[in-house]
């Protein structure tokens, strides 16, 4: 197969949710799949000769863009490497499958207890040394709108963890032959959107084609001659005689002779549960079950098993066309000492140096900058010249308010943000009391219909300044208009509540 590869620019946060949850605190990825980038090309499913051998056969594979650093594609952290708890994820890890009891008695007579590496990613530097890396992310909590009452919407609040605009990601696509080689280039390059809430400010991402190809990690060497260390690069899904999930494999499911036993005290797994969301059908599709990416199998060989790398190089199990599969066999950094330390060393944390000047500069255009910032200087003279207005009326009128309360304006001030225009405003605050029973008498339903100044036992408090408050906001109202004045009252209310609070003290 031709391996594409292909580097990934986050423009924007983006959110990739880890599971199918609606409610709960949700998981984030910290990777892009490959679903996302085949659902990227899937829109230009009409413009392939043979759609069905791009999306649906064997002959196309989209992997998972994992995190750069320094240009180089990290791997998962295995789950098979221990460090002292207690310390840093540095210097050489402790390998589950070269730990036995003489080795877990040793560690105890030197109070070190063991502790799995189950996050991070892993960046090649210097021979032999790998430096840990984490994904930086972000997290913002939003609300939905109430259009009606121009407020965020009750109890509708959401939290959106994202991976930071400004990292790179690496991502390969293989394919057989030339199946629409060139048609999946110009269909995954340039300025695209992927995850959740792509119609706010999140999915925005750059992708460009490179020529750099990940380095090799498969050996044909086994571990201490007998045992194949297999390193899931990817997540992998298997499947039963009966179409269910497999969680105990075997070795037909990679590709391997039946002179090999999968050893389950020695290989270290986790486990996905999601349902994949298909925004074409609108509806989620039947639930997935996954090794995550980073478990490490082992298995024994029996009757000299012989084993060829080039069994696992189109990968395993199934959906390979959306980046499960992917795995590693007999990695070095998977191989250890007589005491179970890896032969590889750990760095510190490396840090991601992220140019925001670059990924704007790359997201937006110059005119749309200087009109961005024209508009800013226009709201910033129209907001200063609201609050002179309300401060001179403040200055003139404060004594025919004399004896309203803090909380009052602000009454007011919730309903200017709930008024759509003028009409509205002059009927929720002014709008006198109105015998509505056909005998005239005014009762006290009518009394709470009227408008918020005519009601009340505030009432009096408002007669001596309630009219001209009232012309003050038709002046304004027919000067400017509808928005305007909302705006205004806003500020007026605002100053008027400080400066009855001044009185106050």
């Excluded at 709960?24 to 051998?53: C, N, R």
């Excluded at 255009?365 to 226009?378: F, G, P, T, Y």
Aim: charged share 25%; hydrophobic share 35%.
């Amino acid at each position: 197969m031709k391996r594409l590869t292909f580097e990934v620019t986050l423009l924007s946060d983006i959110v990739l949710h880890a599971d199918s949850a609606t409610e709960g605190q949700k998981k984030t990825l910290d990777y892009i799949p490959g679903s996302a980038f085949l659902g990227v090309l899937a829109k230009k499913y009409d413009s392939f000769e043979d759609p069905y051998a791009v999306f649906h056969g064997n002959g196309v594979f989209f992997g998972d863009a994992h995190l750069l650093v320094d240009g180089k594609r990290t791997l998962k952290t295995p789950l098979s490497w221990y460090f002292a708890k207690g310390k840093k994820m540095e210097g050489a890890p402790w390998v589950h499958h070269g730990l036995n009891s003489d080795i877990y008695k040793s560690l105890i007579g030197q109070n070190i207890q063991l502790r799995q590496a189950r996050h991070g990613w892993l960046a090649p530097a210097a021979e032999n040394t790998m430096m840990s890396a984490h994904a930086l992310t972000n997290y913002a909590i939003k609300s939905a709108y109430d259009h009606e009452r121009r407020t965020s919407r009750e109890g509708q609040m959401y939290g959106f963890r994202s991976l930071a605009a400004g990292t790179k990601w690496g991502f390969y696509v293989d394919v057989a032959g030339d199946i629409g080689t060139e048609a999946i280039i110009s269909g995954l390059t340039g300025k695209k959107r992927i995850g959740k809430s792509r119609s706010a400010q999140y999915g925005s991402v750059e992708i460009r084609l490179v020529e750099t190809t990940p380095g090799d990690w498969n050996s044909a060497t086994l571990f201490r001659g007998k045992y194949l260390i297999l390193y899931a690069e990817s997540r992998l899904v298997f499947l039963d005689d009966f179409g269910q999930p497999a969680l105990q494999p075997a070795a037909r499911h990679f590709n391997l002779s039946d002179e090999w036993e999968w050893v389950p005290s020695l290989s270290q797994l986790r486990h996905q549960i999601y349902a994949p969301y298909n925004f074409k059908n609108r509806r989620f599709l039947a639930d997935r079950v996954c090794f995550e990416k980073g478990s490490v199998f082992v298995f024994e060989g029996r009757n000299n098993a012989s084993f060829d790398p080039a069994s696992l190089r189109d990968g395993v199990g199934e959906y390979k066309n959306e980046g499960f599969g992917r795995v590693i066999c007999n990695p070095d950094f998977l191989m250890c000492d007589d005491a179970a330390r890896c032969l590889w060393q750990v760095g510190n944390n490396v840090s991601q140096n992220i140019d925001m000047t670059g990924v704007l500069a790359s997201h937006v255009s110059d005119a749309l900058i200087q009109s961005w910032v024209e508009q800013r200087l226009k709201e910033a003279k129209l907001e200063s010249a609201i609050y002179s207005k309300a401060a001179f009326f403040v200055k003139n009128n404060f004594s025919l308010f004399r004896g309203t309360s803090p909380s009052q304006w602000g009454q007011i001030r919730s309903i200017a943000t709930q008024c759509r225009d003028y009409n509205g405003l002059e009927v929720s605050l002014f709008k006198d009391v109105t015998a509505t029973s056909e005998d005239g008498v005014t009762r006290s339903h009518d009394r709470a219909n009227a408008g918020f100044l005519n009601h009340g036992k505030a009432e009096k408090v408002w007669r001596k300044g309630r009219e001209a408050l009232r012309q003050e906001l038709r002046r304004q109202y027919e000067d400017e208009g509808d928005s305007y004045v909302l705006e205004y009252l806003l500020a007026l209310a605002g100053q008027m509540q400080k400066r009855v609070q001044k009185e106050n003290k």
